[in-house]
């Protein structure tokens, strides 16, 4: 079995080589594609591409002439344009050249690279008393190159929320601050030098506004919701409000600025499928916007921000909101970052431009069918902190953790058991919340499947496998109980039987 093992990791290994040559000459990706003949400068007329397998070209034409866009084909990626010595002059897929150009000596490269080269143009915003007062082209535009490995290993990243739940209903966890996230905090860092904060956050904002096209996720991903981390979007350039709104987050956390998520269920007509999420940032020393979408948390006042906008024709600064919506309908999660760490303490309504109080939020009641001799464990979640009690005849058979907030445990016999899980707001106002789970256990023996109690996208589930270490280890105390009773039961019918 050794052996095999390790003929399967040198094979691997000997693939993976092989995949990676005809990229690029090393691990500079500037240099030239291995292979490719530049174009003499005497005979181009150009553009040209370096594969036709694997892009092609388009033309468009605005007022400054014509536009080629470098498109890869599908499973492949474009890199960059080489000019006529072999030398990288853009990685940006579209080049525009004057229209009495008749020598275009740049090749467009396409291949299998391992790393994707994203750029990314935007608008500075000026300044002036009155605030923004207008924006011009970034005099360099940020360029980002991303590993395929490390795209791919974010992606599969186990635990990432994908969509807004009961126990999550914002999406913190996938706030980051990874190494591409501070080379974009570090390039914007000259822009926001000497700035109020305000004016730090108008300008992140009109980054991010700028640089991701939006798109909806079924376009995108296929499916009505999914959530993406900072890194995908920046790698797809593309994403929806959430996408735009976790990456402002991200960005806006790093650069020191104090900001959260503002999430709307429905517009003010009530509408099902409008559900919105866009930020809000603090306005510090007596700072003040325009526009009146602000509100007051615990004595500081937030402006609102749209993060995603199709198309960018104008820049929403802080304070705007859409009519469609109103502020008394939204809910606020503060963002705190520290340390490398993204934390909240809850999502709360905010009612009518005050500090209200948070709720605490608890699934449906879910019903489980099991089998004498499983296992089950559950961990127990609330959006603020609160303490948490279990009762019910099912405790005959469960064992409730309070520090950990974990229900575990073996069904002995078959039935119909209740457990009620009772919430108690831990800071706040006074709230009480309840969880009831019905287990139908039948008589058929298994002992070999471990039931997790989870909630996601529509509702409850449960996932069923091999006993887990961690149940495993939970039920160990229970284990030996039931063993200590047994051996107690059998010793004494024992002794009454030979008395």
């Not at 280890?473 to 109980?481: F, M, N, P, Q």
Request: hydrophobic letters at 40%.
């Amino acid at each position: 079995m050794r052996k095999i093992i390790i003929i399967a990791i040198a094979v691997f290994a000997v693939a993976a080589v092989i995949c990676a040559s005809g990229t690029f000459k090393g691990n500079d990706p500037t240099d030239p594609v291995e292979g490719l003949e530049v174009v003499p400068t005497e005979i181009a007329v150009g553009p040209f591409v370096s594969n036709a397998a694997m892009g092609f070209l388009t033309v468009s034409s605005d007022g400054n002439g014509l536009i080629y866009t470098a498109e890869a084909k599908e499973g492949y990626q474009f890199l960059y344009w080489l000019d006529e010595t072999g030398t990288v002059s853009s990685w940006n897929p579209r080049i525009t050249v004057p229209y009495d150009t008749t020598n275009v000596p740049f090749t467009a490269c396409f291949g299998t690279s391992t790393i994707t080269f994203n750029s990314f143009d935007w608008n500075v915003p000026q300044f002036g008393s009155s605030g923004v007062t207008s924006y011009i082209s970034a005099e360099t535009p940020m360029i980002m190159s991303i590993t395929n490995e490390d795209y791919r290993s974010s992606i599969a990243a186990p635990g990432i929320p994908r969509h807004g739940t009961i126990l999550n209903p914002t999406p913190v966890p996938l706030c980051s601050d990874d190494a591409y996230l501070q080379s974009v905090a570090d390039y914007l860092a000259p822009y926001l030098e000497g700035k109020t904060n305000a004016q730090k956050a108008i300008i992140v904002l009109t980054f991010v506004q700028d640089i991701i096209d939006y798109q909806t996720d079924v376009e995108q991903y296929g499916k009505a919701e999914f959530w993406a981390t900072p890194m995908e979007t920046l790698y797809s350039k593309h994403g929806d409000c959430e996408d735009t709104s976790i990456l402002f987050v991200s960005l806006a956390s790093i650069c020191d600025i104090d900001c959260g998520f503002v999430t709307f269920d429905s517009d003010i007509h009530g509408t099902a499928g409008t559900g919105h999420m866009s930020v809000a940032v603090a306005l510090k020393n007596n700072e003040s916007v325009r526009n009146a979408a602000t509100f007051v948390v615990d004595g500081v006042t937030y402006a609102y921000g749209e993060t995603a906008v199709d198309p960018v024709t104008s820049h929403p600064t802080l304070g705007y909101l859409s009519p469609s919506f109103s502020l008394e309908m939204a809910k606020w999660t503060p963002v705190e970052y520290s340390h490398g760490r993204f934390s909240t303490t809850g999502t709360y309504s905010l009612g009518v431009t005050t500090s209200t109080n948070a709720t605490v939020i608890y699934g449906s009641d879910p019903v489980i069918e099991m089998r004498v001799g499983d296992t089950f464990h559950y961990k127990a979640e609330t959006t603020i902190p609160a303490v948490i009690t279990a009762s019910g005849n099912g405790m005959s058979w469960l064992t409730f953790n309070q520090s950990e907030s974990v229900l575990r445990g073996i069904p002995t016999m078959a039935g119909t058991y209740e457990v009620i899980l009772t919430a108690t707001a831990a800071e706040g106002p006074e709230q009480v919340a309840e969880q009831h789970i019905t287990f139908i256990v039948s008589g058929q023996t298994s002992g070999n499947n471990d039931y997790e109690l989870i909630y996601g996208g529509d509702g409850w589930s449960v996932l069923t496998g091999p006993i887990s270490e961690d149940v495993a280890e939970g039920i160990d105390s229970t284990l030996i109980i039931v063993a200590a009773v047994t051996v107690i039961v059998i010793v004494g019918l024992l002794v009454v039987r030979f008395r």
